[in-house]
């Protein structure tokens, strides 16, 4: 069973940047394929980015795509999306996951572990 905490968000200004960090637990971590996605008020759950096992292949939604970046690191079983231009669009709760082995890295049923989220707020 894999545990997943969220840490990072906050409050930003239009244009500016935040780091949100996704601490794992009780899994082998090399062998996780991570992501994010976020939710904003009264939409639905969207897909954010998600990277390989082996940290090799980083997937984007087109809207995130130059923007935000998404890392991991094995030796602290850790993963990150650095986010930087952000807009008041951006504003969402924003959620860590994982997976074994997603067949769409992109479908929100594909993760079979969430985190609780953490708040982004972005204000123009």
């Given amino acids: 069973q894999v545990q997943l905490v969220e840490s990072g968000g906050g409050l930003v200004q239009a244009g500016g940047s935040l780091r949100l960090s996704c601490a ?15 939710q904003a008020p009264g939409k639905e759950r969207e897909f954010v980015a998600a990277i390989s096992w ?21 030796a602290k079983n850790a993963a990150y999306l650095q986010m930087s231009s952000l807009k008041p669009e951006d504003t969402a709760v924003y959620y860590c996951v994982a997976s074994i082995r997603p067949r769409t890295v992109w479908s929100l049923s594909e993760y079979n572990y969430w985190g609780l989220g953490t708040q982004v707020t972005v204000s123009s």
């Fill in 24 to 38: 794992a637990s009780g899994g082998t971590f090399s062998n996780i394929f991570m992501g994010w996605f976020r």
């Fill in 54 to 74: 082996s940290g090799s292949s980083t997937y984007y939604a087109g809207s995130m795509k130059g923007r935000f970046t998404i890392a991991r690191d094995d």
